[in-house]
């Protein structure tokens, strides 16, 4: 029997207190306390009492009414989709209310819900929103606390939506407790929150941080879906990679190294001798710019990383460690800019 659950669901879903309670029913708060926690079942006298005071039936109480399955609510739910052209939202509003009265404990339903009146509630007049905010806000709190993980990180981003519209900042902020702190929503949501309550260059470095990361990781990709198309021999479909990334490094002020240095592998598996030659010389050239976005307007406001000549150094070692491979770059035997790197390499 799950009557501590509904007793403490509905409770606060009237927004009373356990003190509250206890007095209208003539009980002590702890006796309350002790029903919601499980230790304790209210007297069989009090249980028509507590479902009056609850607005539910002594049926739901005591949980004879059978749960709501998935497939119902989203039958329930394309319903009400199918309602929002013929109907106001404060009769759209009173049938999902009302449903999700009838099963307080089904957290699929009440998500799904709270999901199609925070879509509805855009286009209601602001002076009308309060009092369905409220109600709306109150589910989506509640979710906070489930134990699926979807619905509880996407109940805190549609939370978190609500209090960021009306200006409610400080519990804004506190929804970004429940999604994790690696996710770009949450990245974002912070750069959003930084933009309204913090100096601007603060929030100027909190937008580009996440583009910086975001820039970065698409590189990861695009040179993954490069590497695929290599290895499939599909050197085509590698060259469009290969150029895509390059207009992204280009585009975002990554440095002529970001521009290039992914080619150089197209060019050592198709033997392309001046491809090669080409990109060696940039590579060599611009060792020390692959912290160059940092000269980009974008990423203007982020903090500036040192960049010592020793660095630059690492980076052609490791680019002659490359040029090494005799093996692998057979090919270019022969051509006088090969030979002068690999003389120089030998001394």
Not at 142 to 161: C, H, M, P, V, W
Not at 288 to 311: C, G
């Amino acid at each position: 029997m799950n009557i501590g659950k509904i007793i403490r669901d509905h409770r606060k879903e009237m927004g009373l207190t356990q003190e509250d309670m206890a007095s209208r029913l003539g009980v002590t708060t702890p006796a309350v306390n002790k029903w919601e926690n499980g230790n304790a079942l209210p007297d069989i006298s009090l249980l028509v009492p507590i479902a009056r005071l609850l607005g539910i039936t002594t049926d739901e109480l005591l949980s004879f009414k059978g749960d709501i399955s998935d497939t119902e609510i989203d039958i329930f739910i394309k319903g009400i989709h199918g309602k929002l052209r013929s109907e106001n939202y404060e009769d759209i509003f009173k049938e999902v209310q009302k449903k999700v009265k009838e099963y307080p404990n089904n957290e699929n339903l009440k998500w799904k819900a709270a999901l199609l009146l925070c879509f509805v509630r855009l286009h209601v007049p602001n002076k009308n929103r309060e009092k369905y905010d409220k109600v709306v806000c109150s589910w989506l709190s509640q979710l906070l606390k489930s134990e699926d993980d979807n619905i509880r990180r996407r109940s805190a981003e549609y939370l978190f939506g609500v209090y960021y519209g009306k200006g409610d900042y400080k519990n804004a902020e506190k929804c970004l407790e429940y999604i994790p702190e690696d996710s770009f929503e949450r990245k974002l949501n912070q750069a959003n929150l930084c933009a309204k309550t913090k100096s601007a260059d603060m929030a100027y470095a909190a937008y580009e941080s996440l583009l910086l990361e975001e820039v970065m990781r698409l590189q990861i990709i695009i040179y993954a879906l490069q590497a695929f198309g290599q290895q499939e021999e599909n050197y085509e479909f590698a060259h469009a990679a290969a150029d895509t990334g390059s207009c992204i490094a280009k585009c975002f002020g990554l440095g002529p190294y970001q521009e290039n240095h992914t080619k150089l592998e197209l060019a050592a598996l198709e033997k392309d001798v001046e491809e090669t030659v080409r990109i060696m010389k940039i590579l060599f050239k611009s060792c020390d710019s692959i912290l160059d976005y940092q000269k980009s307007k974008l990423f203007s406001h982020l903090e500036k990383t040192n960049y010592s000549k020793e660095s630059g150094e690492k980076v052609r070692a490791t680019l002659e460690e490359l040029f090494r491979d005799e093996k692998r770059f057979d090919y270019m035997k022969g051509n006088s800019y090969w030979e002068s790197v690999r003389k120089k390499l030998k001394n």
